[in-house]
T-cell receptor
């Protein structure tokens, strides 16, 4: 049973373009939604995260949009750069804290062409 | 301030051997999580530990896998009698606490290959 569904599986964007990755979840008890960036051979690194009490959060070129009623959230990367080429994972967790037992999507491999 | 340290980075074991993976959390962190990542897959939660306690092991296979986080020393994920299907990247993460919007920091992982 996959609790967090992520799409697309892979994405190719030109430099300067907008990259959009979508995730949908099933468990309405989830209360923390982070996005992680992973480069080959490295561990995941937190990029940006959101709680369900806000509909959007922006940090630099990265924005999370959150739709609680649709149980969906997305990552937008503005002005995409070749250095953004990596695998991106959405995740969700429940419980009192923000980082307990993260449930991950399957990942999106982003390639930004120069 | 060193990050989450995992060793070894790469581990090769023959079928039937034991694999021991180590994780030293970030300084000041008392919560440790282990995740497994299969090729082209996301990370799957295995176990959540605090010092000397297993808090949630709902993602651990019932047999051959065990984890500990002793009062002194690193957290250990132990896989007995490894099989080919255990080949994966195993990631450890640590956090200060679970209250509020707390970030989990990941190590670079241990790539286990069973031959």
């Amino acid at each position: 049973q996959q609790q967090v569904k992520q799409s697309p599986q892979s994405l190719i964007v030109q430099k300067g373009g907008i990259s959009i990755i979508n995730c949908a979840y099933e468990n309405t008890a989830f209360d923390y939604f982070p996005w992680y960036q992973q480069f080959p051979g490295k561990g995941p690194a937190l990029l940006i995260a959101i709680r369900p009490d806000v509909s959007e959060k922006k940090e630099g070129r990265f924005t999370i949009s959150f739709n609680k009623s649709a149980k969906q959230f997305s990552l937008h990367i503005m002005d995409s750069q070749p250095g953004d080429s990596a695998t991106y994972f959405c995740a969700a967790s429940t419980g009192k804290g923000g980082s307990e037992k993260l449930v991950f999507g399957k990942g999106t491999k982003l390639t930004v062409n120069p | 301030n060193a990050g989450v340290m995992q060793n070894p980075r790469h581990l090769v074991r023959r079928r039937g051997q034991e694999a021991r993976l180590r994780c030293s959390p970030m300084k000041g962190h008392s919560h440790v999580y282990w995740y497994r990542q299969l090729p082209e897959e996301g990370l799957k939660f295995m176990v959540y530990l605090q010092k000397e306690n297993i808090i949630d092991e709902s993602g651990m296979p019932k047999e051959r896998f065990s984890a500990e986080f002793p009062k002194e020393g690193p957290s250990i994920l132990r896989i007995q009698q490894v099989v080919r299907g255990d080949s994966a990247a195993y990631f450890c993460a640590s956090s200060k606490s679970t209250g509020g919007f707390t970030e989990a920091f990941f190590g670079q992982g241990t790539r286990l290959t069973v031959v």
